[in-house]
């Protein structure tokens, strides 16, 4: 079996395990072997609802995340009839803010990523606001977290290690905040412009089925 071949292996028989263990935690898991699949799969889960029936005109609000705007999945969102709450045309005006913060706490589908995802499928995320985080864990009907295999991590402390020193010095380079880590390229636990400021783990849902988990068999964001 070809090296490629053999990873596309690994990451179905490892993301499998995962379901089974986002299961036990009252969240719904998935497999998709590439982000082309993972779109339609999304698309879809929207669709749903967790109400189950297929219609049109829900409303989307999504969290910043390199792995849903290095696609055309808020495209495809809108082309296939639903609402996308697009939150880069509110500005920065407070009650512009206050407008944005309803209507994404009150949407029937949130979407994001996750920084960190453990073989027992819990969902590892530092945030800075913690707004994204927020959504995670309340508001939002249902909230829909697509993955890459490359986010797997064996356990809690090391998917915080993982975020600590890969994840959160690329965004810092991204957002070009002043930290040590820009400069270092490992976490310094600082305090001042850290965008790591909650820390949060999920490892169950409340509500059976309002998270859903669309693992992707390739390397995606940070």
Wanted: charged share 25%; aromatic share 6%.
């Amino acid at each position: 079996m070809e090296a490629d071949a053999s990873k596309k292996f690994f990451y179905q028989r490892q993301a499998e395990n995962i379901i089974r263990k986002l299961s036990a935690r009252h969240m719904e898991g998935y497999y998709c072997p590439d982000i082309d699949s993972a779109k339609k799969k999304v698309v879809e889960l929207i669709s749903r609802g967790m109400d189950g029936s297929d219609r049109t005109g829900r409303t989307v609000a999504y969290g910043g995340s390199m792995t849903i705007d290095n696609t055309d999945l808020k495209q495809m969102i809108s082309d296939s009839g639903q609402e996308l709450i697009v939150r880069e045309k509110y500005g920065p005006d407070p009650e512009a803010q206050k407008e944005l913060k309803s209507r994404q706490i009150n949407a029937d589908s949130f979407l994001m990523s996750t920084n960190a995802i453990t073989v027992d499928g819990e969902l590892i995320n530092i945030d800075g606001r913690g707004n994204r985080v927020s959504y995670l864990i309340y508001g939002p009907e249902q909230v829909i977290v697509i993955a890459g295999m490359n986010k797997v991590v064996p356990n809690v402390e090391d998917g915080i290690r993982r975020v600590r020193n890969e994840a959160s010095p690329a965004n810092t380079i991204r957002l070009n905040c002043d930290t040590p880590c820009v400069k270092t390229g490992q976490c310094m636990n600082c305090l001042d412009h850290t965008i790591c400021c909650q820390f949060v783990v999920t490892r169950a849902s409340l509500t059976a089925g309002r998270i859903k988990v669309v693992l992707v068999g390739e390397e995606l964001g940070y």
